[in-house]
């Protein structure tokens, strides 16, 4: 099975800071990669997918980007609203969840 | 819009059957484009995909759970089902159903629901 190793574990920002996490797959997923948010208590929900594609209906603050099997999510610019945490998935083979970066206010 | 909903019993004793079921509406079950998943989320942990199917009757289960795992779909309830076979404490999590469109991701999910086994 694919592995997905996602990095940091949790991070501290402030509101208008830039945010990078960072999703590495154990093998080739081409492109085949999803980015999801989820807040205590509620499902995830899909930001990005297809690695950079950005889901109807969510703020442009969000970007998704790969350079072989590393894989960033980039938050421009953090809101209140942001703080949560950032899954990815991919889903080339199966489907692999990373372990998750939790988003904290500094 | 579609909406997906998680039901089944939310107490379940060890070395039982876990069985839950998510009823689809807003949008029918049957495209060989979607992908009926369960994704389960033990508390304070990530995220796991127990396996997914199609309204074909087509299935991918994790390998670590494959030997306990079934799951079915039933086109004329725009349903689909989990079984989880002899569970222990480590199954209690929240079970999530969603659906994924193909080359698309996750775009809808089922609010979830908590299961505990428990004697």
């Known amino acids: 099975d694919i592995q997905m190793t996602q990095s940091p574990s949790a991070l501290s920002a402030s509101v208008g800071d830039r945010v990078t996490i960072t999703c590495r797959a154990s093998?080739?997923?081409?492109?085949?990669l999803a980015w999801y948010q989820q807040k205590p208590g509620k499902a995830p929900n899909l930001l990005i997918y297809?690695?950079?594609s950005l889901e109807s209906g969510v703020p442009s603050r969000f970007s998704g980007s790969e350079s072989g099997t590393e894989f960033t999510l980039t938050i421009s610019s953090l809101q209140p609203d942001d703080f949560a945490t950032y899954y990815c998935?991919?889903?080339?083979?199966?489907?692999?969840f990373g372990q998750g970066t939790r988003v904290e206010i500094k | 819009q579609l909406q997906l909903q998680e039901s089944g019993p939310r107490l379940v004793t060890p070395s039982e059957t876990l069985s839950l079921t998510c009823t689809v509406s807003a949008g029918s079950i049957s495209s060989s484009s979607y992908y009926w998943g369960w994704i389960r989320q033990p508390p304070g942990k990530g995220l796991e995909c127990i396996g997914y199917i199609q309204y074909s009757g087509n299935t991918y289960y994790n390998p670590s759970l494959k030997s306990r795992v079934t799951m079915s779909v039933d086109t004329s309830k725009n349903q689909f089902s989990l079984n989880l076979s002899s569970v222990t404490a480590a199954d209690t999590a929240v079970y999530y159903c969603a659906r994924h469109v193909y080359g698309r991701g996750l775009g809808y999910w089922g609010q979830g629901t908590l299961v505990t086994v428990s004697s």
């Open positions: 297809k690695a950079s």
């Open positions: 093998q080739s997923i081409s492109s085949w």
């Open positions: 998935q991919q889903y080339k083979s199966s489907w692999t």
